[in-house]
């Protein structure tokens, strides 16, 4: 069973920053995929930004330029950089992991991915 911890939300001004850190347990599966969504109240989740193992990297359009995911191996952690923040980042933002294999067009879909994590808040002020 993956686990999946997130921390480093709260509240910001916009073009303001956050680093969101995920701690992923079991973190050696050889093929896997990693990825960072969010969500508002009474909306659907979306994708963010999405890194497999090879550090093949995909982002969301909304987020191109401003966000920066990365992940470091030797503390299996998953980090989201969000810079020049806006209101319309505010969300509850999840980490998400895969195993297996998934196309390139599916990276970003919430039903490709088995395991999240808790959430953490981010709000954004204008």
């Known amino acids: 069973q993956v686990q999946l911890v997130e921390s480093g939300g709260g509240s910001v001004q916009a073009g303001g920053s956050l680093r969101l850190s995920c701690v992923v347990s079991r973190y050696y599966y050889s093929n896997y995929y990693l990825a960072w969504f969010r969500q508002a109240p009474g909306k659907e989740r979306e994708g963010v930004a999405s890194i497999d193992s090879a550090g093949n990297i995909r982002y969301a359009d909304s987020v191109k330029g401003r966000f920066t995911i990365s992940r470091d191996n030797a503390k299996n952690t998953l ?42 808040q981010v709000t954004v002020s204008s």
């Open 79 to 120: 980090y989201l950089q969000m810079n020049s923040l806006k209101p319309e980042d505010s969300r509850m933002y999840y980490c998400a992991a895969a195993v297996g294999v998934i196309q390139y067009w599916h990276l970003l879909l919430p039903s490709v991915y088995n395991y999240w994590g808790q959430g953490t």
